[in-house]
């Protein structure tokens, strides 16, 4: 099994920037790739950024340009840089791993206020 654990999570104002942190541990050699999620109340768990072991990235066209996920392999730990937050940022953020099994996160709050 895989065991994530999320952070970074907080407020911020619009326009500023937040780093989450996701932490892997367990059966993390039979990890292939790693990604966040988010969900906003009322909504729907959407994708938001994943990376694969060999480093390729892919992102949803709503934060391309802004988050950028990233992976320290000697850590087993995955982060997402969210610069120019917006408002409709505000989610839940969760972590995933992906292998033979998908583990997810606890999740962790990002709220973008003023």
């Known amino acids: 099994q895989v065991q994530l654990v999320e952070s970074g999570g907080g407020l911020v104002q619009p326009g500023g920037p937040l780093r989450l942190s996701c932490a892997a541990s367990?059966?993390?050699?039979?990890?292939?790739?790693m990604g966040w999620y988010r969900q906003a109340p009322g909504k729907q768990r959407e994708w938001v950024a994943s990376i694969t072991a060999g480093g390729s990235t892919n992102y949803r066209d709503a934060v391309k340009g802004r988050f950028t996920i990233s992976s320290d392999n000697a850590k087993s730990t995955v982060y997402l840089q969210m610069n120019s937050l917006k408002p409709e940022d505000t989610a839940v953020y969760y972590c995933?791993?992906?292998?033979?099994?998908?583990?997810w996160g606890q999740g962790t709050q990002v709220t973008v206020s003023s």
């Open positions: 367990g059966t993390i050699f039979s990890i292939t790739a």
């Open positions: 995933i791993s992906v292998g033979q099994d998908r583990y």
